[in-house]
């Protein structure tokens, strides 16, 4: 009896021990994790200070997608053999170079994916991946300052796609009017002459014209959060037709070296590209009237991407 209430009282001391082990660890833990936080904040502020600092400044995000699916003899589903999967890549890099009486802004959006669905059961299904998403966009910014929030500026921006129907279309701006930065992190471009070549082999549709350009970039980090958002928008005088816009957003969460999580979406509207969409699928057959800017359904386009980000 007294062996067993000697293991007893042993183990109730040494659960006691634990659990104040445990608490004084915990205690350890909490107040180092104050320290990191005080110090993560200077590295911060002393970050803010250096990037104000004139000179090129470098910086890119992206991220990757993508999954994997097989089944074999799944009867539940319509093609119970089957093979599918996708990928997507997203890539955004940016230098700028800011000096006391001139800027120089240089970015880009690559946005490429691939789908892939074989059905083992039908032959004449496509077999191989095959191109579900692709957007580039590069643009650059020169100004002159006029004020330390104004400057007198000239834009070039590019877009098309890469994997399919290079520059077919593309659209080439190329403008001057005035930059305003009202802010560190936003750069909101006004150029009321601009001119917008489009490339294209259907020339009935896509047109080039003289109009307006708007740009909106915001660019904001905060600790391990990384957002950007661009608005670019072309007016033209011509016609309202002839108008487009892009919206992205992209945004990053690191959680171990630059490692995260990430998502874009992407918004557009161009009424060249739904007329010709439009006019590309239709038949006789349908009884429809032929495809045209006054009958056509310009509906907003839009994609989203989530996946491992990277931040460099």
């Known amino acids: 009896m007294k062996k067993l209430l000697l293991s007893f009282s042993l ?6 021990a634990n659990a104040q082990t445990l608490e004084e660890l915990k205690a350890e833990k909490a107040s180092k994790q104050d320290s990191i936080d005080a110090l993560q904040s200077k590295v911060d502020d002393l970050q803010s200070q250096i990037d104000k600092f004139p000179g090129w400044k ?3 995000l992206g991220t990757i997608g993508g999954s994997w699916s097989e089944f074999s003899n799944w009867y ?6 089957n093979a599918s999967g996708n990928i997507n890549i997203t890539f955004n890099p940016h230098a700028k170079l800011d000096r006391e009486k001139y800027f120089w802004y240089n970015q880009a959006n690559i946005n490429l994916g691939w789908v892939k669905f074989d059905d083992k059961d039908d032959p004449t299904d496509e077999e191989g991946w095959r191109e ?3 957007v580039f966009n590069v643009t650059s910014l020169f100004g002159y300052k006029l004020s330390s929030k104004l400057a007198a500026s000239t834009l070039g921006e590019y877009r098309t796609t890469l994997l399919n129907n290079f ?3 593309g659209y080439l701006d190329l403008g001057v009017g005035v930059t305003w930065t009202p802010i560190s992190n936003l750069v909101v471009v006004v150029h009321p002459i601009n001119y917008n070549f489009v490339f294209a082999d259907n020339d009935a549709i896509f047109d080039s014209s003289l109009g307006a350009k708007i740009v909106a970039n915001y660019t904001r980090t905060m600790n391990k959060f990384k957002f950007m958002s661009n608005l670019s928008a072309f007016q033209s005088y011509k016609s309202s037709d002839l108008s487009n816009w892009t919206w992205i957003n992209s945004a990053s969460y690191s959680i171990w070296k630059g490692i995260g999580v990430g998502f ?12 010709n969409y439009a006019l590309g699928n239709w038949t006789e057959e349908s009884g429809e009237p032929v495809p045209d800017f006054d009958n056509v359904d310009n509906k907003i386009q839009y994609y989203s991407t989530f996946g491992i980000s990277y931040s460099f």
């Open 264 to 275: 874009e979406i992407g918004l557009r509207g161009n009424k060249q590209e739904a007329v």
């Open 11 to 16: 183990l109730c001391f040494s659960i006691a």
């Open 132 to 134: 579900a998403v692709d």
């Open 76 to 81: 539940a589903q319509g093609s119970p053999n």
């Open 167 to 169: 520059n077919d279309p």
């Open 58 to 60: 470098f910086g890119a």
